[in-house]
């Protein structure tokens, strides 16, 4: 396997929230992730796991940190695993903004100069760090989830409806549902993958529903109504594209909610046993 190398480890609810550090061959880079370890898997018995997709400027601790999830996590018995939210280092492009560039990699394969060398995120998640979390860690097979916030609440939308065969279950907080629509996603898609809008359309959310069709029994998204975001998120467009093609979708909106981790704590435990229903049937 990929030499691993453990930089933090951290005894949690009798589970072990770690920090690891490997040489990606698809980001060009070394790169962290967090992973946390309920007891059960310290035991070595096979448990459920997610993916957890974190949001602009956030890192592989920003969820580890700030979302409170591994008390539930070590009662329900499921490993969190916490990729970064970019390539980094030298020689990585770093954008000219916090909302392009490093930290800001939108879970998507950049074709265009000079993002292109060093940005396959898209690759990075569901090929390399996958097959590696997998092979090094006691992963219930079939029984993977993913969920995210903002641009990784887009991240797992989008990977969920590409990659079904690898991820049972999905949920998001408060999630970019139609980049190509709002100037976020106008930005890091026209940076990353050029002018030519149908190649966007691969990397939404709600046109992705509206493509490949109902996949999920059913799918949790939270969005708070006081979120200084909400403009740019649309989750009314994913409703009405879950809608036309009869995809199941629970969407609760929140009153004084915003779009920070506060919110996320508020619910976190209500989607980590939402995935544990899903992929424990």
């Known amino acids: 396997g990929i030499a691993m190398?453990?930089?933090?480890?951290?005894?949690?609810?009798?589970?072990?929230?770690?920090?690891y550090r490997f040489d990606s061959r698809y980001l060009k880079s070394?790169?962290?992730?967090?992973?946390?370890?309920?007891?059960?898997?310290?035991?070595?018995?096979?448990?459920?796991?997610?993916?957890?997709?974190?949001?602009?400027?956030?890192?592989?601790?920003?969820f580890a940190?700030?979302?409170?999830?591994?008390?539930?996590?070590a009662q329900l018995g499921l490993i969190l695993i916490t990729p970064d939210t970019s390539p980094r280092g030298e020689g990585v492009?770093?954008?000219?903004?916090?909302?392009?560039?490093?930290?800001?990699?939108?879970?998507?394969?950049?074709?265009?100069?000079p993002w292109a060398e060093h940005y396959q995120m898209e690759?990075?998640?569901v090929d390399e760090l996958?097959?590696?979390?997998?092979?090094?860690?006691?992963?219930?097979?079939?029984?993977?989830g993913i969920f995210g916030h903002s641009m990784g609440g887009h991240g797992a939308l989008t990977l969920a409806f590409k990659y079904p065969e690898k991820f049972k279950s999905v949920s998001a907080f408060a999630p970019i549902c139609a980049p190509s629509q709002c100037p976020w996603g106008d930005k890091a898609f026209s940076n990353y993958l050029g002018t030519e809008k149908e190649e966007w359309l691969e990397h939404d959310a709600t046109a992705l529903v509206q493509e490949k069709g109902a996949l999920f029994s059913d799918?949790?998204?939270?969005?708070?109504?006081s979120d200084q975001f909400y403009s740019q998120l649309n989750p009314a467009l994913f409703q009405q594209a879950c809608?036309?093609?009869?995809?199941?979708?629970?969407?609760?909106?929140?009153?004084g909610y915003d779009h920070g981790y506060y919110f996320i704590q508020s619910f976190v435990d209500d989607h980590l046993q939402f995935h544990a229903v899903q992929l424990n049937p």
């Open 5 to 19: 190398e453990l930089i933090q480890n951290n005894r949690s609810f009798e589970g072990e929230q770690r920090i």
């Open 30 to 62: 070394p790169t962290k992730f967090g992973i946390f370890l309920p007891p059960q898997a310290l035991e070595g018995h096979s448990c459920p796991a997610l993916f957890y997709l974190a949001g602009l400027t956030c890192t592989e601790e920003t």
């Open 65 to 73: 940190i700030k979302a409170h999830a591994q008390r539930l996590a």
């Open 93 to 113: 492009a770093e954008g000219d903004n916090w909302d392009i560039g490093q930290g800001a990699g939108f879970y998507i394969n950049a074709t265009q100069a």
């Open 123 to 125: 690759s990075f998640i």
């Open 130 to 144: 996958y097959a590696l979390v997998t092979e090094e860690f006691v992963i219930h097979p079939g029984k993977i």
């Open 219 to 225: 799918i949790l998204i939270d969005q708070g109504f």
């Open 243 to 255: 809608d036309a093609v009869n995809q199941p979708l629970t969407l609760r909106e929140h009153q």
